[in-house]
């Protein structure tokens, strides 16, 4: 079995930048991507970005290079960085992983994290 904890999230104001953190343990070796996706209420999960274990990267278009992820294969950890942040990316984010490459579809991550609300106010 594979455990994912996401920290970093909390509340910000607008502008700022937030780094969110995924550390994975038991069965790590099974991971090829881990990724980063988000959720409001009601709605359903967004794609953000992921990045396989050779550093093969995908990111949602919607993002419009404010986002970045990066990887540390020897932690087991992944991370995001969120630069220029708006109201709208209120949301709780999810780190993912998968056997397999990057993917942009939720049901292709069999891995969750609880998840970390990031509040971004006006």
């Known amino acids: 079995q594979v455990q994912l904890v996401e920290s970093g999230g909390g509340l910000v104001q607008a502008g700022d930048s937030l780094r969110l953190s995924c550390t994975a343990s038991?069965?790590?070796?099974?991971?090829?991507?881990m990724g980063w996706f988000r959720q409001v209420l009601g709605k359903g999960r967004e794609f953000l970005a992921a990045?396989?274990?050779?550093?093969?990267?995908r990111y949602a278009d919607s993002l419009k290079g404010r986002f970045t992820i990066s990887g540390d294969n020897a932690k087991n950890t992944v991370y995001l960085q969120m630069n220029s942040l708006t109201p709208e990316d209120t949301a709780v984010y999810y780190c993912?992983?998968?056997?397999?490459?990057?993917?942009?579809?939720?049901?292709?991550?069999?891995?969750w994290g609880q998840g970390t609300q990031v509040t971004v106010s006006s």
């Open positions: 993912a992983a998968t056997t397999a490459a990057p993917s942009f579809y939720a049901e292709d991550y069999g891995y």
């Open positions: 038991g069965r790590t070796s099974v991971i090829y991507t």
């Open positions: 990045i396989s274990r050779t550093k093969t990267n």
